[in-house]
């Protein structure tokens, strides 16, 4: 039986859900930064990228969100339910595939994935045996014998079992061949199309850019920049690049150059600004050849890490 109360009633045709609305969330380890300040929402059905590096406070605020952690300020729901209050009731809608899985290694995976269903109070069989097939999952073997990846499998399974409202990713691919990530990106996009909500939080930019919606960039626990992957891709930065004929002459200055390589005769800057002011101030530069392209999601990354 569908649990009804968990979805925020639609007023009006087109009217956007928020499935997590975040406000000021903030968790500190003593004197220690955790995440700070953080502000954003997830509407119903789309896939939201959350990347930073290592540290950054990806895996806390993931950790906050369910409950795992008590926030230090700030307040978050999802699905309408405070994470703090109501976490126990938001958990049985919610599939979580942390970064690093750890089961029981006398375990056979069947039984393993059956006794995970009985917390949600469902007969996942059917459903168990059609993931597992799909991700050529063994269900008959030991925990212990599996590899990394194949364990991640097992998580994969386990997060998708009982079919979830929102789906929490925590950097989910690691360990899984490329055959597997691509059936997995299929079934983001299958979960996706029956309106099932997904956080993922990854520091593969690529797979960010391929799947997501909308980004959050963290940087030392506080957010940088919330913004939909095409709109940060077209709207940060312009990557031009310039064929030099006399490359030890390629020198000028403009407000709005955040970075510049160079490489044999190419000369590659990322530009922020007017590109007519760039293209007037490259009047003085011998080149034979231009090409001005949008950066990919890794060099809008960079230039908020690389100063």
Do not use: W
Not at 37 to 65: C, V
């Amino acid at each position: 039986m569908t649990d009804r109360s968990i979805r925020t009633p639609v007023i009006g045709e087109g009217t956007k859900v928020n499935i997590v609305n975040v406000r000021q969330l903030t968790k500190m380890y003593g004197n220690n930064r955790g995440i700070s300040d953080l502000t954003f929402s997830i509407d119903e059905g789309e896939i939201f990228g959350f990347i930073g590096p290592n540290g950054a406070g990806k895996s806390t605020t993931i950790r906050t969100l369910l409950n795992f952690v008590y926030p230090t300020g700030g307040s978050a729901t999802i699905f309408g339910k405070d994470i703090v209050k109501q976490s126990k009731e938001i958990r049985r809608h919610v599939g979580y595939l942390p970064s690093e899985v750890s089961y029981y290694d006398d375990m056979k995976v069947i039984d393993l994935l059956a006794y995970s269903a009985k917390f949600y109070g469902k007969d996942a069989g059917k459903r168990i045996r059609k993931l597992a097939d799909r991700l050529d999952l063994d269900l008959g073997r030991k925990i212990e014998d599996l590899s990394f990846g194949n364990r991640k499998k097992v998580g994969i399974v386990q997060a998708l079992l009982h079919e979830p409202k929102l789906l929490i990713l925590d950097e989910p691919t690691s360990g899984l061949d490329p055959l597997v990530q691509h059936t997995f990106f299929e079934l983001l996009r299958e979960e996706r199309e029956k309106g099932v909500t997904v956080f993922f939080s990854s520091h593969i930019l690529s797979e960010v850019q391929k799947m997501c919606d909308r980004v959050a960039i963290i940087k030392e626990g506080r957010l940088v920049q919330v913004e939909t992957v095409d709109h940060l891709i077209r709207n940060q930065v312009k990557k031009v690049t310039l064929f030099l004929d006399e490359p030890d002459q390629a020198t000028f200055r403009l407000d709005g150059i955040v970075r510049r390589e160079m490489t044999g005769d190419a000369l590659t800057v990322y530009f922020k600004g007017d590109i007519k002011a760039l293209l007037d101030a490259l009047r003085t530069v011998p080149f034979r050849d231009i090409r001005i392209e949008e950066p990919t999601l890794e060099e809008v990354f960079m230039h908020y890490y690389v100063k």
